[in-house]
């Protein structure tokens, strides 16, 4: 497993401030831009060969006051993609509603009946 580091936008952060982490998508992006905070939508989003919005399954992992969830997916590719970053949306359809990004340490080439497994970590501590 590879891990990249990921920029929660700043209106992601306001979305699970305001509506916690239940319902949220992950979407694979095709361009190689920096992350920017202030983004609402992803450059390039890739919607063909089984790369579309994906529900996410969420595990909440908080303990005390530290406030974690697991947020994981699957695909499974009917054909050619080059992933450049993963995007989380609060929304299967697409819009101003990415909550955050990773772009990848190096490009991911998929084919037909490649797979990839998705898996963020977010802790959120909580300062008294």
């Given at each position: 497993m590879t891990e990249e580091s990921f920029?929660?936008?700043r209106y992601g952060l306001n979305y699970?401030?305001?509506n916690g982490s239940?319902?949220?998508?992950?979407?694979l992006d095709g361009a190689a831009t920096p992350e920017d905070a202030t983004a609402t939508s992803p450059v390039q989003?890739?919607?063909?060969?089984?790369a579309g919005r994906q529900l996410a399954t969420n595990?909440?992992?908080s303990s005390g006051s530290i406030i974690s969830c697991k947020i994981s997916s699957n695909y499974e590719f009917s054909g050619v993609n080059s992933i450049k970053a993963i995007f989380l949306a609060s929304s299967g359809s697409p819009?101003?509603?990415m909550m955050g990004r990773g772009l990848l340490s190096e490009i991911k080439n998929v084919?037909?009946?490649d797979t990839m497994?998705?898996?963020?970590d977010m802790y959120l501590t909580q300062v008294e």
């Open positions: 920029t929660l936008t699970i401030l305001q239940k319902t949220v998508y992950y979407e989003e890739l919607t063909t060969n089984g595990l909440n992992t819009g101003a509603n084919g037909s009946q497994q998705i898996e963020l």
